[in-house]
């Protein structure tokens, strides 16, 4: 990392809670403006159209959150043993 990174991590680091997530969230939002890869939109949409087929049409079907939550919760539960 080239010093003046370093140093501007540093003095954002010493910032209060506030600040440093102020900063963070206005970088992250900062890379949302960077050209997305070409295609990659056209893609997602394509995509989403699929699923949304394969759910009106029955091929596929959906797990409410409260079972989705359930099988999580067992699972990480499991994993801790």
């Known amino acids: ?5 370093t140093d501007i991590l ?3 680091l010493a ?3 506030e600040a440093r997530a102020a900063i963070a969230g206005s ?3 900062s890379l ?3 050209p997305a890869d070409e295609g990659v939109e056209a893609a997602w949409s394509e995509e989403i159209k699929r ?3 394969e759910i009106d049409s029955g091929k596929v079907q959906m797990i409410p959150y409260e079972e989705v939550r359930r ?3 067992a699972r990480l539960s499991d ?3």
């Open 1 to 5: 990392m080239a010093t003046e990174v």
């Open 10 to 12: 540093k003095k954002a």
């Open 15 to 17: 910032l209060p809670p």
């Open 27 to 29: 970088l992250l939002e």
């Open 32 to 34: 949302n403006d960077a």
């Open 51 to 53: 699923r949304i087929e």
């Open 71 to 73: 099988r999580l919760a």
């Open 79 to 81: 994993a801790a043993r």
